[in-house]
């Protein structure tokens, strides 16, 4: 079966820089758009960013806009989330999602597909 892998969690202070990874495992996997979502302690899991697969196309949650920047390899079937001016607030587990469907908005948990088993990323104040 198709995995999400995630790598690059860790700690940091506030104001540092983490960039996490996100690799399919089936070379031919395609998918319509790829996703983080985060799940801090006690909080529901929420949307943090998207991009579109085909045409890079982005979309950031306002908690990130300015901070968080997604990208991706076509080539190596990776998406990236660089992370700056980290906050207490971004600890979280991140976790790595896509869609093949085209509906559902980029945000809408139910509307992925596959998910990665999460990252721990913990933000010291």
């Known amino acids: 079966q198709v995995q999400l892998v995630e790598s690059g969690g860790g700690l940091v202070q506030a104001g540092g820089s983490l960039r996490l990874s996100c690799a399919a495992s089936?070379?031919?996997?395609?998918?319509?758009?790829r996703g983080w979502f985060r799940q801090a302690p006690g909080k529901e899991r929420e949307f943090v960013s998207a991009i579109r697969w085909s045409v890079g196309n982005t979309y950031n949650a306002d908690s990130v806009k300015g901070r968080f920047t997604i990208s991706r390899d076509i080539a190596k079937n990776t998406v990236y989330l660089q992370m700056n001016s980290l906050k207490p607030e971004d600890t979280a587990v991140y976790y790595c999602a896509a869609k093949r469907n085209n509906y559902g908005g980029y945000e809408n948990m139910a509307s992925y597909d596959y998910w990665g088993q999460g990252t721990q990323v913990t933000v010291s104040s």
């Open positions: 089936e070379r031919a996997f395609r998918s319509y758009a």
